[in-house]
């Protein structure tokens, strides 16, 4: 937890959330649920077993081998992913909500190369907008442009390559997309996430999401641009944003996360010799991403947030600075979010408290869905300590229940 300053550990207040509250964490999980989570997490805690089984996975899926989906299906898939489609959804998004807990649908496509996939990821969208928007537990969407975009065309803007007739087309045909989304989501009042993605193509991205927001969040906000805090500009990025917005007349839709590219950025930069947008350290990174926190709560009228984090020490915060300004904990504009299937003693003992959390829960086919589960396995091996950490707190409240 975070100290506050001038306090020693004898005289401070209580914290506003008890994350070591791992009965109310797993109280939605009977017995064998939690064995299985058990299995699953310590065996993701081995980093050579996860980059061995991702590479294997990728391989059979290439191939077409029967089996594996079903196995896929009856271990990750099912901790880490909502359903293969909306309607397979609605159990889970149905059990949050009954512990207060919205949920955040991602249609899991991305890095997709035609335009029939971009057409195909969009008209997905849109179903889960339209889904949303009779679902009071699911209060946004989320999407990456790379799903309605192809990667090369993203890059090939950002670094100013003159566009051609049939570039200029494509170009077109992605602003008709993304508009439409926004456009449905502004109609039934439901928020849409875009997340950030690779740094050489993510100025592409900001462009077209400053360019959402400035149409779509005049009056209240349906857009929301990701902002990734492990990069050192990001934080200075967030503030010439909001003042952007502020210039142009609209509110600023702020998704706030570490990052999720880290290494992929450092080899690049290294092998391409650039500078490394990558925060030098860890602490760096924590530090950008707290003062972002505060960034956002202080402007909170005119800033709408989502601290997207696994961080304790980054959510402790935001619930302290609420209660400190007398804020309501359930303010619109101030939001939790983790992912599916991890961090439950974190989303649930917020929504206990009364605070706005959701669950991040992407959805789709096996296949489509493989890249965003092997990032997250990879992402939160033991080398982080997320799976380790998972794992631990599985096995107390397995110990607990049974009496020891």
Not at 46 to 57: E, I, P
Not at 95 to 123: C, V
Not at 217 to 237: A, S
Not at 250 to 258: D, F, I, N, Q
Request: hydrophobic residues 40%; glycine residues 4%; charged residues 25%.
């Amino acid at each position: 937890m975070l100290n506050h300053p001038n306090t020693s550990p004898s005289d401070a207040s209580p914290p506003v959330v008890d994350f070591s509250d791992i009965q109310t964490a797993f109280a939605h999980k009977n017995d064998q649920q939690l064995r299985r989570a058990a299995w699953l997490f310590s065996m993701m805690n081995k980093n050579w077993l996860v980059d061995l089984m991702s590479n294997l996975g990728l391989l059979a899926l290439k191939l077409r081998l029967p089996f594996v989906e079903s196995i896929i299906k009856a271990t990750i898939f099912e901790q880490f992913v909502g359903g293969a489609t909306l309607l397979e959804c609605q159990n889970s998004i149905t059990q949050l909500f009954k512990n207060d807990i919205a949920s955040i649908l991602d249609y899991g496509a991305e890095a997709k190369t035609s335009e029939k996939d971009f057409n195909h990821t969009m008209n997905e969208c849109i179903r889960a907008i339209e889904f949303a928007a009779t679902n009071l537990s699911v209060p946004v969407v989320s999407t990456k442009i790379t799903g309605l975009a192809r990667f090369g065309l993203l890059e090939s803007i950002q670094k100013g390559d003159p566009l051609n007739k049939e570039t200029r087309r494509e170009y077109r045909n992605v602003l008709k997309r993304i508009d439409s989304l926004c456009h449905v989501a502004k109609d039934r009042k439901v928020g849409i996430f875009f997340d950030a993605e690779e740094s050489w193509i993510q100025d592409s991205i900001d462009h077209l999401v400053n360019m959402m927001m400035k149409r779509y969040n005049r009056d209240e906000v349906i857009v929301y641009n990701t902002f990734q805090m492990y990069r050192h500009d990001r934080l200075q990025f967030l503030m010439d944003s909001f003042e952007k917005a502020q210039k142009e007349g609209y509110l600023l839709g702020a998704k706030l996360v570490r990052g999720a590219y880290m290494e992929k950025e450092r080899a690049r930069a290294e092998e391409m010799g650039y500078p490394s947008p990558i925060q030098a350290s860890k602490a760096a990174t924590d530090d950008a991403y707290n003062t972002a926190v505060r960034f956002c709560v202080d402007n909170y009228l005119k800033i709408a947030s989502c601290n997207a984090t696994h961080n304790q020490d980054s959510c402790l915060l935001q619930a302290e600075l609420i209660d400190q300004r007398g804020i309501p904990r359930d303010h619109r504009h101030l939001n939790f979010c983790q992912l599916y299937g991890m961090s439950d003693h974190i989303t649930f003992n917020l929504a206990k408290q009364g605070y706005n959390v959701a669950k991040y829960m992407p959805y789709g086919a096996v296949r489509d869905v493989v890249p965003y589960l092997i990032r997250r396995a990879r992402e939160n091996t033991a080398v982080k300590g997320d799976m380790s950490r998972e794992y631990q707190l599985v096995r107390q409240e397995m110990m607990r229940r049974a009496g020891s």
